[in-house]
């Protein structure tokens, strides 16, 4: 399976329609501290519909944190900024793909220091970025499309 993390998620929509897209391909969600929103939060529960209960979710007070408990793991770091394009990379199962806040992204110092281990999407020159939690699809979706997807059917 895959690991999605969001880091610092912002918008309540996006984090359920990720948290949608996680349970259909039986991926699992990490959100990180903090949340712009309560998950409580009728737009999340709305986003996801009925799919909570199939969610394999868990919560984290910062990246590192994550990162302690899976230490022989691969993290890809989704950025507008990065060099490398997801569509070269050779994902594998248990990979995490890790995707930052929808007003800033990751932070630069951590891209900066994962440079191979950071992916982008391309888009044309003049735009800005695409909404998040298509992002999050499209790189996913990749990754299982580059495994067979996996168990899916």
Known sequence: MFHIVMVEPEIPQNTGNVA???SVTGSCLHLVRP???SVDD???KRAGLDYWHTLDISYFDSLEELQALYPDSRFFYAST????????TAFR???FLVFGKETAGLP???LAKNADHAIRIPMGESQRSLNLSNSVAIVLYEALRQNNFLDLV
């Open 42 to 44: 009728r737009h999340l």
């Open 81 to 88: 900024h990065a060099e490398n394009r997801y569509t070269d």
């Open 35 to 37: 949340l712009g929103f």
């Open 20 to 22: 949608r897209t996680c």
């Open 93 to 95: 199962d248990g990979d």
């Open 108 to 110: 630069k110092e951590l």
